[in-house]
């Protein structure tokens, strides 16, 4: 599968002469409601001979229109467009979500795109999705002006999971709440930190327990803790783990950033300046402070030993 095409704006963009059928949405975690719509773009272009994509933004728009309680987002912008990626799209537009753009009317909205995308034959968004100045614009809005500018439009209906609709502040609320397994479940995929390896202090090591410590500050940030996870080293292999994500009180007197480090319960092992991805898997206790090296010790062994039977599990399916 072929890189996807990225531009950082609709007027950037600079596509093949052939039909372009355009997810919209800000897709923030691209869960299972968002795959939903963005698969069935990749769906009607394979059949068509036409090119599917993305039309995504950046910053949130809260961050613009409440920066004192900005949404914390699942993942910055270069995440999504890996998992995108991974989806099989031709193209990916990353549009600046600016005070300009937010003034566009929602009547000119899909003009706006036509202009840009003179080749724009079909839109795919969610039945919820707003759009336009004050967020006027709905879906029967898009087909109207759809109609009047030979734009097929095409919304998925929400999708919902265990009786509750599928949707990224939904997510945001089990990530905080540590239940990364239902999370994982709406994602469609395990949650996952990507990253550099970066040298720590390595009390690991002199403790029998040494550790990947990765460079990665999410914006939205999951409950501290210890987690059950597997970690896809840089030549592919994946190699089960346990990982703690926290400010290490026992062995931290100053105020720090919570760190994400990984004891592997394998091989092979990573290098300084290698870059891995740890997927979340499976919640195991929450971080605390113990008294002393000795004791911390004897609980890194109990993780462990708790990681190891929950990889044991059968699995279900």
């Known amino acids: 599968m072929s890189a996807p095409l990225q531009f950082d704006s609709l007027a950037a963009a600079a596509l093949p002469a052939r039909p372009l059928h355009l997810a919209i949405g800000m897709f923030d975690g691209v869960h299972l409601g968002h795959r939903s719509v963005i698969?069935?773009?990749i769906s009607s272009a394979r059949r068509s001979g036409g090119l599917a994509g993305v039309l995504t933004f950046w910053p949130h728009p809260s961050a613009l229109f409440r920066p004192e309680n900005a949404t914390k987002l699942l993942m910055p912008p270069a995440m999504k467009r890996l998992v995108l990626g991974q989806l099989g799209v031709d193209f990916i537009i990353e549009e600046r979500f600016s005070r300009e753009f937010a003034a566009i009317e929602a009547a000119d909205f899909l003009p706006h795109l036509k202009r840009a995308l003179p080749q724009l034959a079909a839109v795919y968004v969610?039945?919820?999705?707003?759009?336009?100045?004050?967020?006027?614009?709905?879906?029967?809005?898009?087909?109207?002006?759809?109609?009047?500018?030979?734009?097929?439009?095409?919304?998925?209906?929400?999708?919902?999971?265990?009786g509750a609709p599928i949707s990224s502040s939904r997510i945001r609320e089990l990530l905080a709440a540590g239940d990364v397994a239902a999370a994982n479940a709406l994602l469609?995929?395990?949650?996952?930190?990507?990253?550099?390896?970066?040298?720590?202090?390595?009390?690991?090591?002199?403790?029998?327990?040494?550790?990947?410590?990765?460079?990665?500050?999410?914006?939205?940030?999951p409950r501290l803790g210890v987690y059950a996870v597997t970690v896809t080293m840089t030549n592919g292999a994946v190699v089960p783990g346990v990982a703690n994500y926290g400010l290490r009180p026992t062995v931290e007197t100053a105020p720090v950033k919570p760190?994400?480090?990984?004891?592997?319960?394998?091989?092979?092992?990573?290098?300084?300046?290698?870059?891995i991805t740890v997927n979340w898997l499976h919640f195991l206790r929450a971080e605390a402070k113990f008294k002393g090296l000795e004791e911390l010790q004897m609980q890194i062994a109990l993780d462990r030993k708790k990681a190891l039977e929950f990889f044991r599990q059968p699995a279900k399916g």
């Not at 395990?190 to 990665?216: C, D, E, H, M, S």
């Not at 760190?259 to 870059?275: C, H, I, K, M, T």
């Open 259 to 275: 760190l994400l480090e990984v004891n592997l319960l394998g091989e092979p092992a990573a290098n300084y300046g290698d870059f």
């Open 126 to 162: 969610g039945e919820n999705w707003r759009f336009g100045r004050g967020r006027t614009g709905d879906v029967a809005l898009l087909v109207a002006e759809g109609r009047k500018h030979g734009i097929e439009v095409y919304s998925a209906p929400r999708l919902n999971h265990n």
């Open 39 to 41: 698969e069935a773009a």
């Open 188 to 221: 469609g995929y395990a949650y996952f930190a990507a990253g550099i390896v970066q040298k720590g202090r390595q009390l690991g090591r002199t403790i029998g327990f040494p550790t990947l410590n990765l460079a990665w500050e999410p914006e939205l940030q």
